[in-house]
């Protein structure tokens, strides 16, 4: 069994559901991943390590592709994908590029 997680802090839950709640997500950056947990109609988990799996492949592209024919082989098996991200390095960037954003419009 898996350890657990701490959950969020009391700022991240108070604030990113604010920022997220407009967002429509069809795409998740591989390099803001954490890990993936792939829950099974079995009731197994997998937990993918994302920096173990860069690490070993090398590549994200190569990583993307790995993962997109796992999610294909085992469709019909999989009830659920949770995918977990890096919330302060995603936070980071949307603010540093917020912030390039704004000074280029002045």
Known sequence: MPPKRDKLSRGVQS???EVLKDIDVDVIPIEYLVT???MFKDK???EIDMQSSRNKLGDDKVLEDVLQE???EYE???ENIDFRLDIERLKNDIQKRTRVFMKKGK
Do not use: A, G
Request: aromatic share 20%; charged share 20%.
């Open 44 to 46: 197994k988990i997998w």
């Open 76 to 78: 019909n098996s999989i």
């Open 36 to 38: 993936i947990r792939v």
């Open 15 to 17: 604030t990113w559901p």
């Open 70 to 72: 796992l999610f294909d």
